[in-house]
């Protein structure tokens, strides 16, 4: 009974429950662990080895807590709380402050990177447009309104994670979750400055670089002290454009194509108001064409493809992806109040055989039935034949029911008479026998 395994039997069903069975787990490890703390033996003195390798062991415990907890900080230092985005906002992005970005000393230290060339001079006009409601796109914007804009502190605080709230073709709620680091970055607005021609795109689409928000005070060198701060929040993102050389749509059975703009246009890099944001977008990219060179180490790429140096040279809009989706290409979704006006000319992107087909089958839907009317008469002369039969049947049973009626009253009479006629022969037995007086 000194052997331990006999005394472990009672506990074999209990660790079987817990644990599994028997030829699943394995005591190599636990019986292995002798070998670890004797590895300390060369380090400690010969003659007091048992205090010198506890006292070694206790050491690596402490350090291995101590990374513990270091890491565990900077995961949280490094996550961005985000609470619960109300319903009743479009998009929702944290107010965290802690991940400052002074803009000045991050240009010269991206000054070889083309997305952040002129970085702050786009953004002040991004900013000032936004501000006083003039469009971004015009020439009204100068010199002397961008320095109207004043960033306080010349630094812009960055965040991970945006959410967007928006409404499903067939009245749902539904979120999207977009983050810069990793594959849901891309993003789809409305096309503005579309002009006379309804045939343009209505979307247009961007990948996002950066999230981002700015305290801004906008005014003039009169009454800056008097000017109000503004908390704006902006997106950096990177263009993609329709490529116009494919055709696409339904017409054609095709899916759009998207490309990146040139790395020496300065249009290929903007900023995008949060609350323009659609939802976000699914790419896939034309793989038969391959990659071609990327701009090299950039913001604009993620941390894996600046280490391949290459990106897909096109990409397909999946509009496929779900049916949301495939209303915003449709048209005519009847939770899509905001982009109904601008997606009013897909509805009349159709096949000509798609359009003759509807045709056909909308004339035999609305075709009479022969069954139902032979003679091809309408529903009013059908009820007047249908009453006109039904009156002689209806004659013809009154007058059987008068004849009734008289044979019946005649019948009646007679067997009066008869009845009077007996009455008066038993009246006249009676007088013959002497009961006249009675």
Not at 200 to 228: C, F
Not at 383 to 393: F, G, H, K, L
């Amino acid at each position: 009974m000194q052997t331990y395994k006999l005394h472990s039997l009672p506990d074999y069903v209990d660790s079987i429950r817990q644990f599994g069975t028997t030829d699943g787990t394995s005591t190599q490890m636990g019986e292995s662990e002798h070998k670890r703390a004797k590895l300390f033996y060369k380090r400690v003195k010969k003659g007091d080895h048992i205090r010198g390798i506890a006292k070694h062991i206790y050491r690596e415990r402490v350090v291995h807590r101590t990374n513990r907890v270091e890491i565990r900080k900077l995961l949280r230092e490094d996550r961005e709380l985000l609470e619960p985005t109300p319903p009743d906002l479009h998009y929702h992005i944290s107010s965290d402050v802690r991940r400052k970005l002074d803009i000045l000393p991050w240009m010269s230290q991206n000054q070889n990177d083309p997305a952040t060339r002129d970085f702050m001079l786009r953004l002040k006009t991004h900013l000032y447009a936004r501000l006083s409601g003039v469009n971004e796109f015009s020439d009204s914007i100068g010199t002397h309104e961008r320095l109207q804009i004043t960033i306080l502190g010349d630094r812009i605080y960055e965040h991970q994670v945006l959410r967007i709230n928006y409404t499903s073709y067939d009245m749902r709620r539904i979120q999207d979750t977009l983050k810069p680091n990793s594959s849901r970055c891309d993003i789809m607005v409305l096309a503005s400055n579309k002009g006379a021609d309804q045939q343009v795109h209505p979307y247009w689409y961007a990948r996002i670089i950066g999230i981002y928000h700015a305290n801004v005070v906008i005014s003039t060198p009169d009454d800056y002290y008097r000017a109000s701060k503004h908390k704006v929040d902006f997106l950096h993102v990177r263009w993609l454009g329709v490529c116009e050389d494919c055709h696409y749509g339904w017409k054609y059975r095709r899916l759009p194509q998207l490309a990146f703009g040139d790395i020496n246009d300065s249009a290929s890099f903007g900023f995008v108001d949060p609350s323009l944001v659609i939802r976000a977008t699914h790419l896939i990219p034309r793989f038969i064409l391959g990659k071609i060179p990327t701009l090299g180490p950039s913001v604009a790429y993620r941390s894996k493809e600046n280490n391949e140096g290459e990106e897909w040279e096109r990409y397909y809009v999946n509009f496929f992806v779900d049916r949301d989706m495939v209303m915003l290409y449709r048209g005519g979704g009847v939770g899509h109040a905001s982009t109904r006006a601008a997606t009013d000319s897909l509805r009349q992107d159709r096949r000509a055989d798609d359009i003759a087909s509807r045709k056909k089958r909308r004339e035999a839907h609305e075709a009479p039935d022969p069954d139902l009317e032979p003679d091809g008469a309408s529903d009013q002369e059908q009820d007047a034949q249908d009453q006109a039969e039904v009156a002689p049947e209806n004659s013809a049973d009154s007058d059987d029911n008068e004849d009734d009626s008289d044979q019946h009253t005649d019948s009646e009479e007679e067997e009066e008479e008869e009845e009077e006629s007996d009455e008066d022969e038993d009246r006249g037995d009676l007088d013959e026998l002497g009961f006249a007086e009675y």
